[in-house]
């Protein structure tokens, strides 16, 4: 059978590398056109080309986003802009108009996968897509688990699936709150989630959201390989570095447990543990396993609370000493994580830290300076430091 593949999103180059060593099989990127997620730093011609070229030589694959609504005023100059991503190696596009379809599977060997733009939820779509040389379709969120097993069961499709992060509150983008509220228009990139801000109800002291709960599929990860998934998609091009390792190395330990036969409940409660961590906004399982109702929705609304848990990443070694770009405050004495490249999770108590002049000091508290530290053991370069989630 094959495996399953953990689909990455990344906003820049430092994000598709970070993700391609963190365990992604494949990443999706936005181009600075034609792509959703506007306001993602986004990645120009050139940039595209390195990051094929690093993902490539590390067995994974690259997928970019040409998922706008297009207006006639669009299509000027994007075939252009198609040929010229083909010439930087890119695997697969992911587009939402079919027109696109047409032109991409007639002209090039390049994969189109469907967006989850076009919200597909059937079987008679998914046979339809089929005829019109479509490759994959990333299925809407609200698909639920059964209706998902019919159409892997009864298609040749290549089937994608939402596994983690942030929902939108109406079908996959079909919203014109930012529209409304901003001028700017989410279904071209510019969505300024109005759907999570505080509103006041006229007869209310309380104020009123319309935000959903996040997703977290971590649980079903083991069933939605059963049923025959063909990639595992991970929400967030506008992610950070330290949020998407720490949920792709989650994801990828758990996927590698249900392959290698060994998944235990004490293992899946350590990944879920650190997954509510990483992002302190309550999750769901939504629409897989039942219809989603009220306990989905923030209508209190609560706000996503900044954390300070990633200390810094490793970024060279000199003699002895590990080089760390610091991020949040640590002290001698804390006692924190250290995460790797290679998916392992190792604890340590901090019993030195030296400034850029290899001064010793006792505290960390300069936002993006450069220290060093000693381990007693080996750490891989890229390695991660944060506040400690497992104790
Ligand atoms: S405002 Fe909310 S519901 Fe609307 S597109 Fe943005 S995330 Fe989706």
Do not use: W
């Not at 598709?16 to 999706?28: E, M, Q, S, T, W």
């Not at 060997?109 to 076009?118: A, F, G, K, W, Y």
């Not at 506008?238 to 390792?245: I, V």
Request: overall charge negative; charged content about 30%.
């Amino acid at each position: 059978m094959k495996k399953v593949e953990l689909l990455s999103p990344a906003g820049d180059l430092e994000r598709l590398k970070i993700a391609c060593l963190y365990g992604a099989d494949a990443i999706y990127i936005g181009g600075r056109e034609y792509s959703l997620r506007a306001n993602a730093t986004n990645f120009s011609l050139e940039e595209i080309k390195e990051g094929c070229s690093f993902a490539h030589e590390l067995g994974k694959k690259v997928y970019l986003t040409l998922n706008i609504v297009f207006h006639n005023e669009d299509i000027n100059g994007v075939y252009d802009y198609i040929k010229s991503v083909v010439e930087c190696g890119i695997d697969a596009f992911i587009v939402s108009d079919l027109f696109l379809v047409k032109y991409i599977k007639d002209n090039f060997q390049v994969e189109v996968h469907l967006s989850t733009q076009d919200s597909v939820t059937n079987l008679e779509s998914v046979k339809y897509l089929e005829k019109e040389r479509v490759d994959r379709v990333v299925l809407a969120r609200e698909v639920a688990r059964d209706d998902i097993k019919k159409i892997i069961a009864e298609t040749n499709m290549d089937i994608e699936v939402f596994i983690h992060g942030a929902m939108c509150t109406f079908v996959s983008g079909r919203c014109v709150l930012s529209n409304y509220f901003t001028n700017r228009d989410a279904n071209r990139g510019g969505c300024a989630q109005i759907c999570r801000f505080c509103f006041d109800l006229d007869d209310s002291k309380n104020p009123f959201s319309m935000a959903v709960k996040d997703l977290n599929m971590a649980n079903y990860i083991k069933d939605m390989i059963e049923i025959g998934i063909t990639s595992f998609k991970i929400e967030g091009r506008m992610r950070s570095p330290f949020y998407l390792a720490t949920v792709l190395s989650s994801y990828r330990r758990i996927i590698d447990a249900v392959y290698e036969n060994n998944l235990t409940d004490d293992l899946l409660k350590k990944e879920i543990k650190i997954l509510s961590r990483v992002s302190n906004r309550e999750n769901s399982t939504h629409f897989y396993d039942h219809k989603a109702n009220l306990s989905d929705q923030y209508y209190s609304g609560r706000q996503e609370a900044s954390n300070q848990d990633y200390l810094g990443i490793i970024t060279a070694k000199k003699d002895d000493y590990y080089q760390l770009k610091q991020r949040n405050y640590f002290k001698i004495g804390d006692k924190i994580e250290i995460i790797t490249p290679n998916m392992d999770i190792i604890e340590v108590i901090v019993d030195n830290i030296y400034n850029d002049k290899m001064e010793a000091i006792e505290v960390a508290n300069q936002a993006d300076s450069t220290l060093y530290i000693k381990f007693n053991k080996d750490i891989p370069m890229f390695s991660m430091l944060r506040k400690s989630y497992l104790n």
